[in-house]
């Protein structure tokens, strides 16, 4: 455990373990913070974790961590570490299991009024249309050799099979897929476990959302990007199922069994990694990116779903039900980008692990529509809890590799949620505040109770006041599908 005398205050929200803290690390560790939530990081392993990544070799600056930290596989969720090209390393704990987990939201041009009489037929045909939980399978039967055009082609596979359009494409990050996949890279069980899941929701933390605009903080960003107060809108988060699950796992154990051909000395072998520039980081990178372009496929065939779901649900009854996208963004993944140290710019391999993207205004791999004033950043409540809609800024660039949170975070242990909450119970509070639930189990709904989790509104405080993202708007939830 690390205690508070064991690191100092570097500003208002910004804290730091010295590199002289241990004589392995190679670079400072740093997390955003305020005073409540550190009261919560001391109270599990995330912070000697946070530690632990600055030992990796090749890593740049420092290691970072948002307010959302909590403790992971090797790296702490929340994490973000950079390793210099071309023998810095990559990590599969530094990505996580759930490849490319990440949000996508969708808008509409409705606001609640319009739509309230129709929010309980809405939630059980969303439940009915987009399958949910433990290996459940999906609608969307896969030819023979198709997976691979999936993992190669990502989201851009899935629009060209009617599931969507170009627009939706230009306002996903990377435009729905990562050059450089390779499906051969990608084991045969890995793509067993993906083979029937192309367009399914999955379990846990994955949720999608019937939200409305509770509040606009920014009303030119706001305008600029499709959102007004009253606006129904709709949240998807999941990634890239079994098949990231088992493409980390393969890695992991392969990383492990040749760890020592590269004289690596790690304090915890969760952290196992490889050179970026060895054929094992080449094929896990690889591997990782079919995942990924996996999981984009997945959220867009999801979005479909939502449409056709609307489109039985509102039809006839409703003048526009038109959905739109405002954006999808990935929060584990680990990309090779260009960032500035000490006035140059270098190749960096940026992980993040619980983490989001949030590039700031005129980066060029943003679109079009949003480049001059900053990509949007899409972070999720805890069921029952506002989410918020933030962009990205200059200063994120600066100080955190573009980077912010990606959520509230956990404070409870799943195993200790389902001991402690009853799900029945969570439900009829959550629907006596007139929030309709659909779910496929009570103790997974007990897992994902908002009493699980840090308060997200003073994680998303703490990134905004300390300027690596900015407020846009506030969502509340009316109805949540849930495995």
């Known amino acids: 455990m690390v205690a508070i005398h064991d690191f100092k205050q570097l500003d208002e929200y910004l804290f730091e373990v010295p590199a002289a ?20 990081v001391i109270t599990d392993n995330s912070l000697l974790q946070l530690i632990n990544t600055a030992t990796l070799p090749g890593i740049v600056k420092y290691a970072l961590a948002m307010p959302d930290i909590h403790q992971g596989y090797g790296f702490p969720i929340g994490g973000v570490v950079a390793t210099e090209l071309p023998d810095g390393i990559i990590s599969p704990g530094g990505v996580g299991y759930d490849i490319n987990c990440g949000v996508r939201l969708l808008a509409t041009h409705l606001n609640h009024e319009e739509i309230g009489p129709f929010v309980d037929d809405l939630a059980t045909i969303l439940y009915t249309n987009c399958p949910s939980g ?68 999955g379990a ?30 709709v949240q998807i988060h999941c990634g890239s199922r079994g098949l990231g699950h088992q493409v980390c796992g393969d890695y992991v154990k392969r990383f492990q069994k040749m760890i020592a051909r590269y004289g690596l000395n790690l304090p915890d072998r969760e952290l196992v990694c490889a050179p970026l520039s060895s054929a094992e980081g080449q094929d896990y990178l690889a591997a990782m990116k079919a995942a990924a372009n996996y999981a984009f496929a997945n959220r ?11 489109e039985q649900v509102l039809a006839g009854k409703v003048s526009n039900h038109h959905i739109f996208q405002i954006y999808d963004i990935a ?4 990309k090779v980008e260009t960032h500035r140290i000490a006035g140059k710019k270098v190749r960096l391999c940026v992980h993040r692990k619980g983490a989001t993207r949030a590039f700031g205004p005129g980066a060029p791999e943003l679109p079009p529509a949003y480049r001059d004033i900053g990509q949007p950043v899409l972070v999720p409540g805890s069921m029952g809890t506002a989410s918020w809609v933030l962009v990205g800024t200059r200063e994120s660039m600066a100080r955190t590799f573009g980077s912010t949170c990606h959520g509230a975070g956990r404070t409870m242990s799943r195993k200790k949620a389902r001991k402690t909450i ?32 840090k308060d997200v509104d003073r994680v998303v405080k703490v990134v905004h006041e300390a300027g690596i993202a900015k407020k846009v708007a506030k969502l509340k939830p009316i109805a949540v599908i849930k495995g």
């Open 422 to 453: 009853r799900g029945l119970t969570l439900r009829e509070e959550l629907e006596g505040r007139g929030i309709h639930i659909r779910a496929g189990s009570m103790s997974g709904l007990a897992e994902e109770a908002p009493a699980a989790y």
């Open 21 to 40: 803290f241990r004589k392995d690390m190679r670079v400072p560790a740093r997390f955003y913070s305020d005073a409540e939530l550190l009261k919560g």
């Open 134 to 201: 433990v290996g459940k399978g999906g609608s969307i039967q896969l030819m023979a050799g198709e997976l691979d055009q999936v993992m190669s082609q990502g989201a851009r596979w899935a629009v060209k099979k009617g599931f969507g359009s170009e627009a939706d494409l230009e306002r996903t990050e990377e435009s729905g897929c990562l050059d450089g996949a390779n499906p051969a890279k990608v084991s045969p069980r890995a793509k067993d476990r993906g083979q029937k899941q192309v367009g399914t929701l």
């Open 331 to 334: 929060h584990n993944m680990a």
């Open 204 to 233: 846990g933390n994955h949720f999608i959302e019937l939200d409305s605009v509770e509040k606009v903080l920014d009303a030119d960003v706001a305008q600029r990007i499709g959102l007004f107060e009253g606006q129904i809108v």
């Open 300 to 310: 867009q065939v999801l979005a479909y779903h939502i449409r056709r779901s609307f």
